[in-house]
C-alpha cells in the first residue's frame, strides 16, 4: 500500500454578496464601495474579524449606540449618531409628491409642503409644476428649509403638448391639467403622489405612500369619491359624461404607479383600439371638451368608467373636503378615526364660510419647524375650533383634531427625525 495522501482542504469560497460592487463593514455596518479597502466611516480594514457580544444587536432606532473605543475617534457619540443618520437615509425609501402651482397659489402650496415635511418619516422629493414668476419665490423659501435634510425639490416650468396647448391650460383651472401629463414628462419616476394646492397632511405621507403596496395586479391609480352621499352628488345629477362609480371620483389625491399607467393600454369610447395614456388625452378632450364641467377630473371620471379594474378606491378620510361637513358629516371613517387628508377646496381656506377649515390653515401656515407643536399648535386651535361651532363643520370640530393631535404625538415619541 502506497502512503496515504492527506485529503485536500477545498480552498474557502468567497461568501456570495447580494449587492455586487459593495461590502459591509463587521464593525460599524457601513456599505462600502468595492474599491475600499478600509471602512470610509471607521477605518476598518476590509475583512477584518472584530469580537463582539452576539447576543446584543444594534438597534438602528437608537442613534446613541457606540462603536468599540479603540475603533471610534475622539468622539464616539456623534460619530455613531452620523452613521445612524447615514444609514438611514440609504435604507429609506424615497417618496414622490408633485403639485401644481399657477396664478397665487404661493402661499397655499408651501403650506401643503409644510406640513407633509412635517409629520412624514421617509424621505421626500417635491416635483413643483409652477409658472415663471412663481419658481424664485419657490426656491428662496424651500432653500431656507435645507437644515431640515429630509426633502428635496425639482422645479419645472408649465408644459403642455405643443397641440392645443392653449386649450389645456384653461380647460379648468390655470395649469390644472398639467397634472394628466406627469407621467409623460416624469418619465423616471415609478409611483407619485399628485396633490392639489389646497392640501394639508394632518398625518404622515408615508401612511398613503403605504397604498401602493395594497393594489392588485390591475390597478394603477388610487383616489376618494366624489361624494358619499348620492343625494348630494354632483355627477350622479349633472353630468353629462360617463363617470365612476355611483358619484364619481375626486383627483385633489391621486397616488399612481407610473410605472403602470404608461404600461396600461386603455379601453375607451372613441374606438375598438386600446390605447395608451399619451394616445388617450387628446382624443377625449376633442370629444368631451364640450360636456365636462371640472376638466381633467372629468377626462379622468372618463377613463375609470372605462377601465374600473384600474382603479383603487381609498376612504374619503384621504381626501376630506367641505362637502363631508356643511350639509350633515357623511364621512363615517373621519368620525371614527379623524381626517387624515384636509382638501380646502372652494376657497375656504380663505375666507369666512367654513371657519375651521381656514383656522386648521392659518396654525398650518404659521407655526414653524422649531416650534413645540403641543402648546404653539395644538393648544391654540383647540380654543380656535370651539368658536366654530355655530357651523356644520364646526359642531364635529373634534374629527378635524384628532389625528392632528396624534400626529403630532407620533412624532415626539419617534427617534429624532433626520432632516
Not at 477605518?43 to 446584543?56: I, Q
Not at 396633490?195 to 398625518?203: A, P, W
Request: glycine share 4%; charged share 25%.
Amino acid at each position: 500500500m502506497g502512503d496515504k495522501k492527506s485529503p485536500t482542504r477545498p480552498k474557502r469560497q468567497p461568501k456570495p454578496s447580494t449587492d455586487e460592487g459593495y461590502w459591509d463593514c463587521s464593525v460599524c455596518t457601513f456599505r462600502n464601495s468595492a474599491e475600499a479597502f478600509k471602512c470610509m466611516m471607521c477605518d476598518v480594514r476590509k475583512g477584518t474579524s472584530t469580537r463582539y457580544n452576539k447576543d446584543v444587536s444594534l438597534s438602528y432606532w437608537n442613534p446613541y449606540w457606540m462603536l468599540p473605543s479603540d475603533v471610534c475617534g475622539m468622539n464616539c457619540f456623534w460619530e455613531a449618531t452620523f452613521r445612524y443618520r447615514l444609514m438611514k437615509t440609504q435604507s429609506s425609501e424615497t417618496m414622490h409628491l408633485a403639485v401644481v402651482a399657477c396664478g397665487e397659489r404661493l402661499e397655499e402650496t408651501v403650506t401643503m409642503i409644510k406640513s407633509a415635511v412635517i409629520f412624514s418619516i421617509q424621505p421626500l422629493q417635491f416635483h413643483i409644476f409652477a409658472e415663471d414668476q412663481l419658481q424664485h419665490s419657490f426656491k428662496n423659501i424651500l432653500n431656507g428649509w435645507k437644515f431640515l435634510q429630509t426633502f428635496n425639490y425639482t422645479i419645472y416650468p408649465i408644459t403642455f403638448p405643443t397641440e392645443n396647448a392653449a386649450e389645456w391650460k384653461k380647460l379648468f383651472k390655470p395649469c390644472a391639467s398639467q397634472r394628466l401629463f406627469l407621467p409623460l414628462i416624469l418619465k423616471e419616476v415609478d409611483s407619485l403622489l399628485y396633490v392639489d394646492t389646497d392640501i394639508l397632511f394632518l398625518r404622515p405621507v408615508d401612511d398613503i405612500w403605504s397604498l401602493l403596496k395594497k393594489f392588485n395586479s390591475t390597478q394603477i391609480a388610487a383616489m376618494a369619491p366624489e361624494h358619499e352621499e348620492p343625494r348630494i352628488g354632483w355627477y350622479n345629477r349633472f353630468a353629462r359624461h360617463p363617470y365612476y362609480g355611483k358619484t364619481g371620483i375626486n383627483s385633489g389625491v391621486m397616488l399612481m404607479n407610473m410605472t403602470r399607467m404608461r404600461r396600461k393600454y386603455f379601453k375607451n369610447d372613441m374606438t375598438t383600439a386600446h390605447l395608451q395614456w399619451g394616445e388617450i388625452l387628446m382624443p377625449l378632450l376633442k370629444k368631451y371638451k364640450l360636456n365636462i364641467t371640472w376638466g381633467d377630473q372629468d377626462l379622468l371620471n372618463i377613463m375609470f368608467f372605462h377601465n374600473p379594474e384600474s382603479l383603487f378606491v381609498f376612504p374619503c378620510h384621504w381626501n376630506y373636503r367641505p362637502d363631508h361637513c356643511i350639509y350633515g358629516s357623511n364621512c363615517q371613517e373621519a368620525e371614527e378615526e379623524g381626517i387624515f387628508i384636509l382638501h380646502g377646496n372652494r376657497g375656504v381656506y380663505h375666507d369666512d364660510k367654513q371657519p375651521v377649515f381656514r383656522a386648521i390653515y392659518e396654525a398650518l401656515r404659521n407655526c414653524s419647524f422649531e416650534d413645540d407643536k403641543v402648546h404653539s399648535l395644538l393648544h391654540p386651535l383647540e380654543l380656535e375650533l370651539q368658536k366654530t361651532v355655530h357651523t356644520y363643520c364646526g359642531r364635529i370640530h373634534k374629527i378635524f383634531m384628532k389625528q392632528l393631535t396624534k400626529s403630532i404625538r407620533d412624532s415626539y415619541n419617534r427617534p429624532t427625525k433626520e432632516r
